[in-house]
């Protein structure tokens, strides 16, 4: 006895109709990977769009951030010029973060500058706060990237190391005998606005860069053209499938309304 479903599903992939199941097939499988790569391109976009404003004109720190202010929404990702002096007495190092794979340490120094106030300054990535060289001291004089302080709510299990879970102004407050701002930099190799060369920021050597972390948001209508792309591509796929599978049920089983 033989099974009633056997023969429409002989009759439809029959040798005479492969051509047209891998026209179905390579058609989808293009529509899919044109709609991927548009949806690559629009996050691309935005990915540099976002990072656009680290790339403007550095200004001086105290233009975008106060020493009694509160962070402004527009100073996330700013390049700001930071002068002042090096206390590497209070250099913490931040754990827990990643670089290239590997879980190691922020080296972080305050600079002191002329209003009396200390900003943070990120020197770059450790694997260990043994291995970091010796924090810089005397004059400091950087271009660096604003962030706003790390506030998570994770507590420092012990206060007397230098260790630190994250880079909270609020945490660091008890550790430092002066004000701070409320946030601070990522050291860059950019050169000052004055100076007509770059030169390495001291204190930086034998420090892996760090990458900025919290960058403001890309407009809504960026690269909206790449994701609409992305999602026609996908509906020509669909569309594909579509027509297959009704002139497979029309023309090759007879299933005709």
């Not at 935005?46 to 233009?63: C, I």
């Not at 990522?186 to 007509?196: H, Q």
């Not at 792309?229 to 497979?248: D, E, K, N, S, T």
């Amino acid at each position: 006895m033989h099974d009633a479903t056997a023969i429409p599903a002989r009759r439809a992939f029959a040798p005479r109709y492969w051509g047209v199941h891998l026209l179905m097939v390579a058609a989808v499988v293009t529509c899919a990977l044109l709609g991927r790569w548009q949806l690559g391109v629009w996050h691309g976009h935005r990915v540099d769009d976002a990072a656009a404003v680290t790339r403007e004109p550095a200004v001086p720190l105290g233009d975008v951030l106060g020493r009694d202010a509160a962070f402004p929404s527009s100073g996330v990702g700013r390049p700001v010029v930071v002068t002042g002096t090096w206390d590497p007495t209070r250099t913490v190092y931040v754990a827990n973060r990643e670089s290239n794979g590997r879980t190691g340490y922020w080296a972080t120094t305050p600079v002191v500058t002329s209003t009396g106030s200390a900003i943070p300054v990120v020197r770059g990535w450790t694997p260990s706060p043994r291995t970091a060289p010796p924090p810089p001291r005397g004059t400091a004089a950087l271009v660096g990237i604003l962030q706003p302080s790390e506030d998570t709510g994770s507590t420092d299990s012990d206060t007397h190391d230098a260790v630190v879970p994250e880079l909270s102004t609020t945490a660091l407050l008890p550790r430092a005998p002066y004000d701070l701002y409320g946030g601070y930099v990522v050291a860059t190799d950019r050169s000052l606005p004055a100076a007509g060369t770059s030169a390495p920021t001291p204190g930086t050597a034998g420090l892996s860069r760090v990458t900025v972390e919290r960058l403001p948001g890309a407009d809504a209508s960026t690269a909206i053209r790449n994701l609409l792309y992305a999602f026609q591509w996908w509906v020509f796929g669909g569309f594909a499938v579509f027509m297959w599978w009704r002139w497979l049920q029309e023309d090759v089983l007879g299933r005709r309304r």
